[in-house]
């Protein structure tokens, strides 16, 4: 009471300290507020209060609720609670449009009677899928985009009636019995667990009932359609479909079908289509898909260097330096913390966060980080710092390469078979320093140019290199019995067996002959090898350990090697220059050729031209002006003379 009278102006200082306070939690222009009153408290609330209009409004339209009255609601029924999402829209970095997202709190229904847990979730296709319809199309010449289906969820009906959702702040009805009305759920909604799986049937029905597309046995999310001379190919994920056909008059054909089954509603598209072509690259799941041609020649180039630049923002990684490989030899070592101080520096960085990211980039378009990024991995259950650190140094490698991708070309060596499959496998023995496991690498290409990649650790400890080679091959060739089946229903069958190129004699001798008893305990898994090879679906070759692109995805390598490798696999600079692409496609057919026999002496500095700071002789720092592009191309001149080829590309 005192203070009360020592400040007689004290009641007019906390009102305006309110007021102040109050303004300060505002959220500032461009913040994405988290909830629906940080929305209409924040400094754009007429914009967010718009795209909450727009949202909202546009669901009624669609039929997606209807307001039900609280004594109508049955006894038995489901009540839901409502979710508000937010998103600034930008395009090239600018803001665009502001986005909000009306979705049901499906967390409380239950199993079994809100929805049948078996057919909830929507499949989707598979990263090797896309990028298999990507080289199909590099290899035949067929045109690519992508559609995406607006508000697509919200297109299928619900299975289950008796769901209801509380009407979300400032769209609320007084019924005739003077309580809220609750909202009935028509349609799968955003949020429902089911609603994928519904919208995935209704897409099916649609492609396969409707349309005539034939799905695939191997990937039920890759469509064809063949009639005559007209063809397309669907890649399917969730709502975003990757298509490929041969014309623009299938391309118009296909369109006009899509928008017949989803012609939006409240006047607006139902479906929106992005063609790639040169210059105007598309985006499917964070990949931007390059179409570029030069000279008749063309390539299908897939990168991520969207999602590289926005993640080194995020983690404050933009100013680092570069790094030459993603890990060091030195530091295979045990990853996870040793004691509760290091666990709680550990804690200070999102290690999990920045693993996920890296994890999606590994597996979409970079196998040279797959073996760094499975390994940190293993320790995610307890990072110590030094994970943080490994996560750091791939990060920073990213950004040395961060427009580097996939670049898929025609095979025009081969009229009769314009898609080959082709195999590396490898493993590292006793690679794992916690439990001395292998490391099983595996490159699955198509026209020497990957389409997938394995990094994974054995399941058992083996006592020899050749056991741990073999339980790698066994393990290859389940995936080459998917891929001959996917390829084949695609229209494009393998001829003759696919080269399996590994590095072990010993494994290739018992792929012919019956094991001895230092691998006879190996003769389950092995079998499997045995008969497919008997069958002509596979074909065991020995290569030369330094001609074995698979060893990137086993062990950490030097920037020499690794560069060697990644050349090989086809991951090229973000801007590629036809002429190197195809001297590397001209090496990689010339490597079929020359496998089975001796490799010639390893490549000195001098045999290849180098100067001692790596670059082409005659060649000066201030001439190089694209220094990815002069890498690249001494890799490509690297792989020439390692297969003992002469007249390599100069620059």
């Not at 009805?173 to 049937?201: A, C, E, M, T, W």
Request: aromatic fraction near 6%; glycine fraction near 8%.
């Amino acid at each position: 009471t005192h203070s009360w009278n020592f400040f007689p102006g004290h009641h007019t200082i906390s009102a305006f300290h309110g007021h102040v306070i109050a303004a300060l939690q505002r959220l500032p222009a461009g913040a994405t507020p988290r909830t629906y009153h940080e929305a209409i408290s924040a400094v754009e609330s007429s914009m967010w209060l718009d795209a909450c209009d727009e949202e909202f409004f546009g669901q009624l339209a669609a039929g997606c609720y209807e307001y039900t009255d609280a004594c109508d609601v049955p006894e038995d029924a489901t009540v839901l609670r409502h979710v508000w999402t937010f998103k600034i829209k930008t395009e090239g970095g600018v803001p665009t449009r502001h986005k909000a997202r009306l979705a049901t709190d499906g967390t409380r229904q239950r199993p079994g009677r809100d929805y049948d847990p078996h057919t909830a979730y929507s499949p989707v296709a598979e990263r090797a899928s896309i990028k298999a319809v990507c080289a199909i199309a590099a290899a035949c010449h067929l045109l690519i985009g992508t559609c995406d289906i607006a508000q697509a969820y919200i297109t299928a009906h619900v299975d289950r009636r008796h769901l209801f959702m509380r009407c979300p702040h400032g769209y609320t009805r007084i019924g005739r019995d003077g309580k809220p009305q609750l909202l009935h759920i028509l349609k799968s909604n955003y949020g429902l667990v089911q609603s994928g799986g519904n919208f995935h049937r209704h897409l099916r029905t649609a492609l396969i009932n409707n349309a005539g597309f034939k799905p695939s046995r191997a990937d039920p999310c890759v469509l064809t359609y063949r009639d005559g001379s007209v063809r397309i190919v669907l890649a399917v994920y969730v709502d975003d479909i990757l298509y490929a056909v041969d014309s623009e008059t299938t391309r118009e054909r296909l369109i006009a079908t899509l928008e017949r089954e989803y012609p939006g509603h409240d006047g607006k598209p139902g479906l929106t289509h992005t063609k790639c072509e040169p210059g105007k690259p598309i985006t499917l799941l964070g990949m931007r898909v390059h179409d570029r041609r030069s000279g008749g020649q063309r390539a299908i180039h897939i990168e991520m260097s969207d999602v590289v630049t926005k993640l080194l923002q995020d983690f404050g990684l933009h100013r680092a330096n570069e790094s030459k490989t993603p890990f060091s030899a030195d530091a295979v070592t045990h990853l996870g913390a040793v004691d509760d101080e290091d666990r709680a520096r550990a804690a200070k960085h999102d290690v999990r966060g920045l693993l996920g990211r890296l994890l999606w980039i590994s597996v979409c378009a970079r196998p040279d980080i797959a073996w760094a990024v499975n390994f940190v991995a293993r320790y995610a259950h307890d990072p110590g710092s030094i994970a943080w650190t490994a996560l750091c140094r791939i990060a920073r490698y990213l950004k040395g390469t961060r427009g580097h991708g996939l670049a898929y070309t025609a095979n025009d060596d081969d009229k009769t078979q314009r898609v080959h499959l082709t195999v590396h496998v490898d493993s590292d023995h006793a690679g794992c320093p916690d439990t001395r496991r292998s490391t099983t690498g595996a490159i699955y290409s198509v026209n020497g140019v990957a389409i997938h990649w394995r990094s994974r650790r054995q399941t058992v400890a083996v006592r020899s290199s050749t056991e741990a080679e073999m339980l790698a091959v066994a393990d290859a060739a389940a995936d080459i019995t998917y891929f001959r089946d996917l390829l084949r229903e695609l229209h494009h069958p393998q001829l003759n067996p696919t080269p399996v190129h590994c590095d072990n004699a010993g494994t290739v001798r018992n792929a012919m002959y019956p094991t001895n008893k230092r691998t006879r305990h190996l003769n389950v898994p092995f079998a499997v090898v045995r008969d497919r090879q008997q069958q002509g679906d596979l074909e065991l070759r020995d290569v030369h350990t330094g001609q074995n692109q698979a060893d990137m995805p086993t062990k950490p390598l030097g920037p020499t090697k690794l560069a060697q490798h990644r050349t090989a696999t086809g991951v090229v600079p973000p801007h590629p220059t036809m002429r190197i692409i195809s001297a590397v496609r001209a090496a990689r057919s010339r490597h079929k050729q020359t496998a089975a026999r001796a490799p010639a002496p390893a490549p000195t500095r001098a045999t290849v031209g180098l100067s001692r700071r790596g670059m082409p002789r005659g060649c000066t720092v201030g001439a190089r002006a694209d220094t990815e592009a002069a890498n690249t191309l001494q890799a490509a001149r690297m792989l020439n003379k390692y297969e003992g080829q002469d007249g390599a590309e100069r620059t």
